[in-house]
């Protein structure tokens, strides 16, 4: 198991707030930004987690190979604020983020994966462009599906989804909501950023990211999905073997396709 919460020498960290909200800045040590800002968000199943997650997960990389700017947002978690305190929280951070960078992209991973896709579609309906979404294995239906249901995978399963859901949204764990809180919920997915996005076939957030991904597509917006076998929620972050570097990998080439063909598609207001 891989757990690691400090950075490691190819990055500097500042630590501050933005629109009150405690966030890390993550810039690379030995080069120059390259002028993309990712929001990335933290999981935790909308309960636990904190910021400095950031330095075991996939954006990390992206600072140290590609020069991107990370900002890692200390969001409110449900067992203190729940909906809208966590997506409101990261939108914050990227309205300010969105008046520093030439490129903006949003990504996280769990919880945080539903926090980005979430955040996607306020950018969307509140006009600000995001170049490039990145939700892994995302929590987003509250409504159990075929995979979340009776699932007793590893890390997380369906115990611990109820759980979260139920602090996250309260009264409301199980009805129809805003797809700010559950992004499952949309319906409307034209003019959301293309996304690239992982799973494994075993874990509960399977079937929901599959439909997320198809729900983009049918809307016109470029989206793929690729698939692991394993039941391990967030196995990338927790393993060091030959799947978790498989992952590891296409994720960095579909990362470097989006800076090739998105770069640019972002940060002004829509007109």
């Excluded at 919920?185 to 990211?209: H, I, K, M, R, S």
């Excluded at 698939?227 to 498989?246: G, K, N, P, Q």
């Amino acid at each position: 198991m891989k757990i690691r919460l400090t950075p490691d020498k190819g990055i500097r960290v500042q630590k501050t707030k933005v629109n009150g909200v405690p966030v890390l800045i993550l810039r690379p040590a030995e080069r120059a930004p390259a002028g993309v800002g990712l929001l990335w968000i933290h999981g935790g199943g909308y309960i636990t987690g904190m910021k400095e997650m950031v330095y075991m997960s996939r954006a990390a990389d992206l600072v140290r190979n590609y020069g991107v700017t990370v900002y890692s947002p200390g969001y409110r978690l449900a067992w203190l604020k729940p909906y809208p305190a966590a997506v409101e929280d990261c939108y914050r951070v990227l309205e300010s983020a969105a008046g520093r960078e030439a490129t903006l992209m949003v990504g996280g991973e769990s919880a945080g994966g539903g926090l980005a896709a979430a955040v996607c579609m306020m950018a969307r309906d509140r006009g600000i462009r995001i170049a490039f979404q990145m939700p892994l294995y995302p929590m987003i239906s509250n409504i159990d599906t075929e995979s979340s249901r009776d699932n007793h995978g590893r890390v997380w399963n369906t115990r611990r989804n109820h759980i979260g859901w139920r602090l996250y949204l309260r009264k409301n764990a199980k009805k129809p909501v805003s797809p700010y809180a559950a992004p499952a919920w949309q319906t409307d997915y034209a003019n959301l950023p293309p996304c690239y996005t992982f799973v494994g076939d075993g874990e509960p957030f399977y079937a929901e990211t599959l439909q997320y991904v198809e729900n983009l597509k049918r809307a016109g917006v470029e989206a793929e999905a690729s698939v692991y076998h394993t039941d391990m929620h967030a196995f990338d972050m927790l393993r060091d073997d030959d799947l978790s570097r498989e992952a590891i990998g296409a994720f960095n080439r579909h990362f470097e396709y989006a800076l090739e063909h998105y770069a640019g598609r972002s940060t002004n207001k829509f007109t």
